[in-house]
């Protein structure tokens, strides 16, 4: 379909980007706790943690990173050793960063154990369904 971007077939849905969404955060701080980086460095790192980057929107990431930044999350700074090419923007954790990673990370366990709950159930119907 025209406007549509695929990705092994699965369109970039609003509800997809919505669960997309829901582990945005704490991918890019899991991140930042890694090492420093900047924001493009950032976007292409999300994809070893199963995010599609044509489904997401680099201004979505710079806003996440304004608003944790807001939050006191983390701090930024300009790299001012990088010579070769504009100065860049370079992100860092804080102290209440690492705090609000693992706050978010053993949410985040507590929901897939829901998932995998709801999952099994929905299985198990799903079975006696075509039995019927």
């Excluded at 493009?40 to 304004?66: A, H, K, P, W």
């Excluded at 701090?75 to 960063?97: A, C, H, L, M, T």
């Excluded at 990673?101 to 929905?122: C, H, M, P, V």
């Excluded at 119907?125 to 075509?130: D, I, P, Q």
Aim: net charge neutral; charged share 35%; with cysteine.
């Amino acid at each position: 379909m025209p406007g549509r971007r695929r990705r092994e077939g699965i369109p970039c849905r609003p509800r997809w980007k919505r669960g997309l969404r829901l582990v945005l955060r704490p991918s890019l701080l899991l991140m930042l706790a890694e090492h420093d980086s900047h924001g493009y460095e950032l976007m292409e790192q999300l994809t070893t943690l199963g995010f599609d980057n044509e489904c997401l929107d680099s201004s979505v990431i710079y806003r996440d990173l304004r608003d944790m930044e807001e939050m006191g999350f983390i701090r930024s700074f300009w790299d001012e050793e990088d010579s070769k090419g504009p100065k860049r923007r370079v992100y860092q954790i804080k102290e209440q960063g690492w705090e609000r990673l693992e706050d978010w990370l053993e949410g985040l366990d507590q929901l897939r154990e829901q998932i995998t709950d709801l999952s099994a159930r929905y299985q198990k119907l799903k079975g006696v369904k075509g039995k019927s």
